[in-house]
């Protein structure tokens, strides 16, 4: 157990305590995957909380493998990045952000300090670009839907 094991075996070792275990496998290189087998919900829950491995699967240990819509891959020495699918395109492909901005000076109103005029005037220029990116994002019937839905946020939680 000095290198990630690649076949057909499975090693099993025998611990008195689940503390005893995360201390175990803590105390090593982080885990390609790692199989918790409990009904346990709780125990489940505290293996996934104190522990780090690029998969954490219950009572099982092949379908998160050949699950289509789950990414496969590691952390630290056991890889970076995820497979399977979209996921192996997104791992390989760079998404390039790419900002113009104007060369027109900056309107005071960004930088501090803040006053409720200039904090309103921010809000509503943020609000107006959200609102064309949604707008090619959803088309026309999204934006009805997700305008109502900011109208209903604003008056029932923030216009006070």
Do not use: C
């Amino acid at each position: 157990m000095q290198e990630e094991i690649f076949g057909p075996v499975l090693p099993v070792l025998t611990v008195k305590t689940p503390e005893e275990a995360i201390r175990f496998i803590n105390a090593r290189p982080k885990p390609l995957s790692l199989y918790v087998f409990s009904k346990n919900s709780d125990l489940q829950q505290k293996f996934l909380r104190e522990t780090s491995a690029g998969a954490v699967v219950t009572n099982d240990v092949f379908m998160h493998s050949i699950t289509p819509g789950l990414p496969f891959g590691g952390v630290g020495e056991s890889g970076l990045g995820a497979y399977h699918g979209k996921f192996t395109f997104e791992a390989f492909s760079h998404l390039k952000p790419v900002l113009y901005a104007p060369t027109l000076p900056d309107p005071s109103f960004r930088f501090p300090p803040y006053t409720e005029q200039g904090l309103s005037l921010s809000k509503l220029v943020m609000f107006k670009l959200s609102m064309q990116k949604l707008k090619r994002w959803l088309g026309v019937a999204g934006l009805a839907i997700f305008a109502i839905g900011a109208y209903v946020i604003y008056h029932r939680y923030l216009k006070n």
